[in-house]
């Protein structure tokens, strides 16, 4: 059994993609379920309410966090052939999701392509369904397994019990800080396949024919244009969730006589690009001290120096002047911590 270490006042500011500048009470990284269990009894004896932390690539830290944070660090990759030129593969939570990406496609695993460069790593991806560019997480998912903060018991949850939605699950739900996921089982094909009906993908594949390499290579061609690399520019890719409006509310929205972009729901309402709305209000490019609005994507608040508290302050000031012009609520979508 590997001992685990832990510490106590440790800086998360380079464990975040915001780079806000914060502290853990405690803190330690968990390579193995044993380790968890031994977090989780450390926890359980001094009384500590338990934060979990993956690639941090999806938290907004605005103040130290109380308690232990526990880093998932597993590690590990294991596939089977199912039925159908499917194959089965199970990843640990700590691996990165990007670098899965690639080691499938390298595999000749197909259907995580459009999923390129998505920051993370995969014990996150179902808590938020992650999607991009016409897929998402629950269009593959299969199972996960979780350990039961409580009761340090393991647990598996197939794709209907996770309850997917549109950047959404029971982990945000019912489930919300019940459990820590420690695998992840995607179903993938071994035919190669193309999803290319979002319109931003379809006009950069133009008419050439679209290979998982070459669908691969254009989203991340695409996403390197608008969103800003966290190494160089921190940030948590997309700061608020595209609201729904029910028709009276696009007439609302427009009443101004501005036409806004729109995506028919199947349920009657038009989901509107925040980033257009945030644009519309004069956000984009523009700075508040040392945070944000990026200038190539309206939708991502970017961290120059600053802290939790301004980029906060920045999110209430685009949410009140999106709700004045347009009669439209904007839901930030990254987690928020020690607020
Ligand atoms: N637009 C603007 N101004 C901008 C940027 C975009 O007006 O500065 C308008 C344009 O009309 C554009 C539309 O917004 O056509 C949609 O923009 P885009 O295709 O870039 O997608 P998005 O709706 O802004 C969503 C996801 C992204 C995902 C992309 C691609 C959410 C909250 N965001 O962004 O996810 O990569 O689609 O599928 O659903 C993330 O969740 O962190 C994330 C980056």
Excluded at 15 to 33: G, K, M, R
Excluded at 202 to 231: F, H, M, N, W, Y
Aim: net charge negative; glycine share 10%.
């Amino acid at each position: 059994m590997k001992i685990l270490e832990i510490k106590q006042n440790a800086s998360l500011q380079g464990l975040n993609s915001l780079a806000l500048p914060a502290y853990a009470e405690y803190f330690c990284s968990v390579t193995d379920i044993s380790q968890i269990q031994q977090a989780l009894a450390f926890a359980a004896d001094k009384d500590l309410p338990i934060t979990p932390m993956g690639g941090g690539s999806n938290m907004v830290i605005a103040g130290d966090i109380q308690g232990l944070v526990l880093h998932l660090d597993l590690k590990g990759i294991s596939s089977k052939p199912v039925a159908d030129n499917q194959v089965e593969v199970t990843f640990a939570a700590g691996e990165n999701w990007h670098e899965m990406v690639q080691y499938c496609l390298q595999n000749g695993w197909y259907g995580l392509e459009n999923l390129s460069l998505i920051p993370g790593n995969m014990g996150a991806a179902p808590i938020q369904n992650i999607g991009a560019y016409g897929v998402e997480l629950c269009d593959l998912f299969v199972s996960l397994q979780a350990v039961e903060i409580s009761t340090g018991e393991l647990i598996e949850l197939d794709n209907k019990q996770c309850d997917f939605g549109y950047r959404d699950s029971i982990f945000k739900q019912a489930f919300k800080d019940r459990f820590l996921i420690t695998h992840v089982c995607l179903r993938l094909s071994t035919q190669p396949m193309a999803q290319i009906q979002y319109p931003a993908l379809a006009d950069a594949v133009g008419d050439r024919t679209p290979t998982p390499e070459l669908i691969s290579e254009t989203v991340c061609r695409i996403r390197q244009q608008k969103l800003p690399d966290p190494g160089t520019l921190p940030n948590a890719g997309s700061f608020f969730k595209n609201p729904l409006v029910t028709e009276s509310g696009l007439d609302r929205l427009e009443s101004n006589g501005s036409q806004s972009p729109r995506y028919p729901q199947a349920d009657g309402t038009y989901k509107i690009p925040a980033a257009w709305l945030i644009d519309q209000c004069g956000f984009r490019g523009q700075r508040r001290g040392e945070v944000g609005v990026h200038e190539h994507q309206a939708l991502v608040l970017v961290n120059y120096g600053g802290t939790g508290a301004q980029l906060l302050a920045l999110a209430s000031e685009i949410q009140d002047a999106v709700s004045a012009k347009f009669g439209v609520a904007l839901e930030i979508e990254p987690r928020l911590y020690g607020v």
